[in-house]
């Protein structure tokens, strides 16, 4: 009896090629519905089946459903999904729907709150965002952005240093090919002066006339 084939286990950016769902939107339903979306893995490792695909439609049409009925609330997060505390009114106002605080963009991805203060300083400008200070919120495709910039500072590198490694990549090039014809001309000077130092090692004879 042949094997049973084992069955083939998607990443989220395979889940959202076939959905048509952005990544942010994912990670969303992913932190809020964990009971409903079948998984095997947890954090970056984490796969999912192919029955996971009609769940992540479902629950995208179930929030169109919510937001154009204008008023039912959106399905309820599992047991196993974080919850926001209640906010006091002394914090100020919440963050706007469809927005997402620096605290919420370390759950989704869990990068440490200091690094993503730290790309705040120095990406700003490529952090889709509104507001600014304590009152800054960013939009869902931030979330693509910050772990790109991590992805980048994981291979050892600069986040958003792409283009100079390239440069860098081919100036390299050249400097090798430059330092391989210094090291043949090297070589090609060392055994002429070992012949010169031959010749000198010979006896020889020095004859007068008188």
Do not use: C, W
Not at 148 to 173: F, I, M, Q, T, W
Not at 189 to 208: G, T
Request: glycine share 10%; no cysteine.
């Amino acid at each position: 009896m042949a094997p049973a084939k084992e069955e083939k286990l998607l990443t989220l950016s395979e889940v959202s090629r076939r959905t048509g769902i952005s990544m942010p939107t994912l990670l969303r339903y992913k932190q809020l519905y964990k009971g409903r979306i079948p998984a095997r893995g947890e954090g970056r490792k984490q796969r999912f089946p192919a029955t996971a695909i009609a769940v992540f439609q479902d629950l995208k049409r179930e929030r169109i459903a919510s937001r154009k009925a204008g008023g039912p609330p959106a399905p309820k997060p599992t047991a196993g999904a974080r919850t926001e505390p209640s906010r006091p009114a002394s914090m100020g106002p919440a963050t706007p729907p469809g927005m997402l605080s620096l605290n919420e963009i370390g759950r989704i991805t869990g990068i440490s709150y200091p690094t993503l203060v730290r790309y705040v300083k120095l990406y700003l400008p490529s952090l889709p965002h509104k507001g600014q200070g304590r009152k800054r919120r960013f939009m869902p495709d931030a979330v693509e952005v910050f772990t790109r910039l991590r992805s980048e500072s994981r291979r050892g590198r600069k986040p958003g240093s792409g283009k100079a490694v390239a440069v860098n990549g081919a100036d390299h090039g050249k400097l090798g090919g430059r330092i391989a014809e210094l090291e043949r001309a090297q070589r090609q000077l060392a055994k002429q002066l070992d012949r010169v130092l031959s010749e000198l090692r010979k006896p020889f004879s020095v004859s007068f006339r008188r």
